[in-house]
């Protein structure tokens, strides 16, 4: 019942909108992606807004296509669905992924890509699906089950499944998935036991 209430209210999905509409605008904008870029030379000199402004910075058309369909999708039904804080999602996922790269990725020095958000919206997604009945349930479950199993063999192989099927010559970084991960399920887990609603 409170599914359908929060269905036949649901707003159109801005946020998602704005992140994808930002991230295509930049891809035709070379001159402002530059300043913008996951860049560890300049972040090391102050230029801090990079470990955020990165994920929206992509260099290869077909890793922008990957990424905008999957936020589209993840992001639509999760603000269509009414499931809460999804902006903060965006944004915490944004820098937890950029100071990830920076600590834990000391050799890679240019970073661009949406990837870790998507996974912390797809992460997101399927946490709030499994406090809900029936096969919205059931089909939650089995994405998370995958999407936790993908992100353990990358780990693993240290490469991306995409990679695996395509051309484009570019370095995935893993680590980007299990931060956008882990900041969907704290950001979940505070809003469930520690934020109260309004």
Known sequence: MAAKARLS???FPVWTTAVCASAALLYMMPTLESLLIYDRTAIAHGELWRLASGNLVHLSPTHLGYDLGALLIAGTIIEIRGYRLFPLLCFFASMLVGITIFKFEPTIHFYGGLSGVVTAAVTYLCLHGLLEKGVWRWLCSALLAGLTAKIG???????????ATSAEEFVPVPLSHLAGGITATILFVMMRFGIKHA
């Open 9 to 11: 209210t649901a707003n």
């Open 153 to 163: 063999v990358e780990l693993m192989l240290g490469q991306s499944f995409l990679l």
